[in-house]
């Protein structure tokens, strides 16, 4: 089975900090994406990457950046943490082959909190 | 970028067949239809993924009409456990220069009554 695991389950920061998120998955998938998902808002891509040292902005980028300097790992980075931050934070993964299902397998998400 | 369209919520009862209409109308000609399924504090999880007419796997059916302008997933028999937000993505998935097909919008939240 895909796993994909996030650092934390709960997160609690202070306004101004510097926050790193990660996210690693074990199936050699290509594809990583960063969502965050808000009440009455669905879920927002934030940032995506489709390989190694590759990374393209979703929807929402602003306020956010991205690493991606191993094929298992991709981390999101909140540069200066904002009240507006606090969310739920889902990492997920998929492979790129051709003719394979691109279904996209998620983690349990990160709840972080910016007080 | 094709958008999508779908019902706020639905209500529905245990061992009722239910079925959540997705309007796509800016649909592409490579784009294909995914369902997604997401429980409270869990991240989504896949359904079903379809192109055209019908697609059935062993948790639902999807329904996809000639002009491709709109799907239904189509639950069989629900139950209580089944209440969770249901979201349908279009998409080619495989295009490498934009977030086509990753746009997931607020999906339907589908609650069942005993």
């Known amino acids: 089975d895909v796993k994909v695991t996030q650092s934390s389950r709960y997160l609690v920061k202070r306004t101004g900090e510097k926050v790193f998120l990660e996210c690693v998955q074990d199936?050699?998938?290509?594809?990583m994406f960063w969502y965050r998902q808000d009440p009455g808002l669905g879920l927002r891509l934030i940032y995506f990457?489709?390989?190694?040292?590759?990374?393209e902005k979703g929807d929402i980028p602003e306020g956010y950046s991205v690493s991606r300097e191993k094929k298992e790992r991709f981390s999101l980075i909140l540069e200066s943490a904002s009240t507006n931050q606090t969310s739920m934070y889902l990492c997920a993964s998929r492979t790129n082959l051709a003719g394979a299902t691109p279904e996209q397998f998620f983690g349990p998400g990160t709840r972080l909190t910016v007080l | 970028l094709a958008k999508t369209t779908q019902p706020i919520s639905m209500d529905s009862y245990e061992g009722q067949e239910v079925n959540i209409t997705c309007s796509h109308n800016?649909?592409?000609?490579?784009?294909?239809i995914t369902w997604y399924q997401q429980f409270p504090s869990q991240g989504p999880r896949f359904i079903i993924q379809g192109y055209k007419t019908k697609v059935t796997n062993e948790v639902a059916s999807l329904f996809i009409p000639a002009d491709r302008k709109s799907s239904t997933l189509s639950l069989p028999r629900v139950s209580l456990s089944d209440t969770a937000v249901y979201y349908c993505l279009v998409g080619d998935g495989w295009t490498g220069g934009g977030a086509d097909g990753l746009t997931f919008g607020k999906g339907t939240h589908l609650i069942i009554q005993p």
């Open positions: 990457s489709y390989d190694v040292k590759m990374k």
């Open positions: 800016n649909i592409a000609t490579n784009d294909y």
């Open positions: 199936m050699d998938h290509e594809n």
